[in-house]
């Protein structure tokens, strides 16, 4: 079984360019969800997305910053303009229903030059 | 709003032996789940325990099992047993259970527990 699959593991962006980044959740899970981890901190809640439905997106700054989990393929988190702030391990979850245990993907940690 | 407090950011233990890390947390619930989980080095999170709040038993997985105070709002964890490979950055986590509640896990700020050999 694989587990929840996230690319890239690793990723440079210079100021004013996009970030994309992917999240393939478990076999059997339809639910995804994004947190944001800056240095020396916890895991912060950005974004809970359903297949084509965002469900909870109270934790995604106002600009900037988008998600979407298509019918077929990846949940992506879109970072447009990046500044230097946004250098962070940003982690993707998954499970299999609401209420279920949240399984973490590796993380992709993004510095911002 | 709901808050998970780790108090310790550090602790340290010798190999073989037994270590508590603490968390409390705040929320007007009665019903949640509480988890901690573990980042070794490699950064991946790794789901170490779960409670539900409902549950008067305390959690117990191997080596590793919980003390949950509801009243006092407490939810430490207990390593017995301590081995190299528990080196590792712990989070403490709450979420919310009821239906059409937030499911957003809430993570404390974590404690890095070092591994003496």
């Known amino acids: 079984n694989a587990g929840v699959m996230q690319n890239p593991r690793h990723l440079v962006r210079r100021r004013g360019q996009e970030a994309r980044l992917r999240c393939s959740p478990m076999?059997?899970?339809?639910?995804v969800y994004w947190y944001r981890q800056l240095p020396e901190e916890g895991l912060k809640f950005m974004v809970y997305?359903?297949?084509?439905?965002?469900?909870?997106e109270s934790g995604m700054p106002k600009e900037r910053f988008s998600a979407e989990f298509p019918k077929e393929g990846p949940s992506i988190l879109r970072i447009q303009q990046v500044v230097r702030g946004d250098s962070a391990a940003y982690f993707c979850?998954?499970?299999?229903?609401?209420?279920?245990?949240?399984?973490f993907g590796p993380g992709t940690r993004l510095l911002v030059l | 709003a709901q808050t998970v407090t780790q108090s310790q950011p550090e602790m340290s233990v010798q190999e073989a032996e037994t270590v508590t890390l603490s968390c409390t947390y705040d929320t007007s619930e009665s019903d949640y789940y509480l988890f901690w989980y573990k980042q070794p080095p490699s950064r991946q999170m790794i789901l170490v325990i779960r409670?539900?709040?409902?549950?008067?038993q305390n959690a117990t997985e191997n080596r590793f099992s919980v003390n949950f105070q509801k009243a006092a709002k407490s939810f430490s964890l207990k390593i017995s047993d301590s081995q190299l490979g528990d080196a590792a950055m712990y989070f403490c986590?709450?979420?919310?259970?009821?239906?059409?509640?937030?499911?957003?896990?809430?993570f404390g700020k974590g404690t890095k527990l070092t591994v003496n050999p």
């Open positions: 979850a998954s499970s299999r229903a609401p209420g279920e245990t949240q399984y």
């Open positions: 986590a709450y979420r919310d259970i009821t239906q059409g509640g937030s499911e957003k896990l809430v």
């Open positions: 076999k059997g899970h339809s639910h």
């Open positions: 997305l359903q297949k084509e439905n965002i469900i909870d």
């Open positions: 409670q539900e709040a409902y549950k008067q």
